[in-house]
Each structure stands twice: as structure tokens, then as C-alpha cells.
């Protein structure tokens, strides 16, 4: 809708990063709030290995995904060009999630923290950055939804990288929505005293659904299929399966 916030010249701010500059400001905010066990610095050194991770990570994945139009791109254009439309276009978040969980190990390993312990007090953080970010995608017109005319359609203008005039499913609202719900649930569920699962695991297990169900709502086709799954929902299979399975294991041995 509004992919870029501010243009001067050749200076321009895309909204998309200026949601994830956000997202990153709310998540230290979350967490240095909720945490005493850590310092300023390790939830800023660590969050910002995560966003940094989670860029690198959320990339490689959309380029596995659409690997055949990442190699038609560089065979029709020059190198240069072909670089900057692969690089700033395109992104899974997914790939970013699991980016996050390496952000973090990489921040515990370095300034000797528990990594475990630092998994679990950014959980509500990185749910929260999420939100952010998908409403960095109904700014920047990517992630649509498909065509529907129910409650809250979103019509997209005239330039926008999403079909235009078309009312399409809000799918970006009800992510952002659905995380901001799981932040709240993971706020909540800290406060037990008795946990036996790890807040970012339990992050994993609320997402996982959510995004199975909203892929059938999506629009944009460079999402990759497998049969008739999209990489999204195999993934969200599969990293549901993981977890019951090494929470079946520990139970096991304990």
C-alpha cells in the first residue's frame, strides 16, 4: 500500500524496514521490561545478532525455494542487477525463525550466556518483531492474500506490487494479529511457575498452526510447493512432528 514512507533524492526509507526497525525497538523494550537476568547490552548485542541472522537465513531459504527464478534472473541479466533484485526482494520467514534460534546461540556463545535461559526470556520478543514485520508486508503489498470479498478485504492501489483493485484476504492483518495473541499467551505462560517447556519452543508450537492454516488464504504464488503443501505448511508439519518427538524422548528419560 505504501512501500515507501519516506523518499529525498536517492534517500529513501521502505516501510518494510522501518516495521522491522520497529520490531526490533519493541523486542528490546519486551524484553529488558520482563528480564532481570539480563543486561542492556546482552538483549541488545543478542536481538540484534537475531535480526541479523534471521535476514541471512529468511534469504537463503526464499532463494532454495525459488531457485529456478533465482538462476533465470542472473542468466537474463548482468550480474550486478541480477544481485540487487535477488537481494532486496523476497524473504521467508520461516527461514527467518530458525535464523533467530542461530542469532541467539551465536549471542549466548559469545558473552557466555545460557543459551537455554536466553531462548526462553526472548520468546514474547521475537513473537512480538513478527507482528511488526507483517505489517511491514501490508505496507510493502507482498505476502496478499487471496481474492475475497468477506470482512476486512484489502483492495490494493493502482503500482502496488500486489494485484490491484481486486479485494483480497488480509493475510498480513491476521498474522500480525495472530502473533501479537501468541505474545500475549507466551507473557502469560511465563508466569507459571511449573514450566516444563521452553518458551521459544512453545512459540514454534503456536505458529506452526497458525501459519498452516493462513497459507490456504495466501495469494502470492513464490511460496514453492511440495505436492499440494506449500513449503510453509511442509515445514510446519514437519517442525511440529520434530517437537513432539523430542518432547516424547525427554519425557521418556525422565
Known sequence: MHPIILSIGRFTIASYSLMIALG??????????????FSLYDCFFSILMALVSAGICGKLLYIIIEHR???????????????????????????????????FWFASHENHLD?????????PSASLAIAFGRIGCLLGGCCYGRPYDGP????????SYAPSGIPLFPSPIAESLGALI????????????????NSMLLLF???????????FFRGDSARGM???LSTSQAISIAMVAAIAAYLGKRKTRS
Open 205 to 215: 508450537l503456536l505458529y506452526a498452526p497458525l501459519r498452516f492454516i493462513l497459507e
Open 69 to 103: 527464478a533465482v538462476a533465470e534472473c542472473f542468466m537474463e541479466y548482468p550480474l550486478e542487477q541480477a544481485l540487487e533484485m535477488v537481494l532486496s526482494g523476497g524473504f521467508v520467514l520461516y527461514g527467518g525463525l530458525f535464523g533467530i534460534v542461530i542469532g
Open 226 to 228: 511440495i505436492g499440494r
Open 182 to 197: 501468541i505474545t500475549a499467551i507466551l507473557l502469560i505462560y511465563e508466569r507459571k511457575k511449573d514450566r516444563r517447556l
Open 24 to 37: 526490533f525497538l519493541a523486542a528490546l523494550l519486551l524484553t529488558r521490561r520482563r528480564s532481570v537476568r
Open 115 to 123: 543459551f537455554r535461559a536466553l531462548l526462553d526470556a526472548m520468546a
Open 152 to 159: 476486512l478485504a484489502i483492495t490494493y492501489p493502482e503500482g
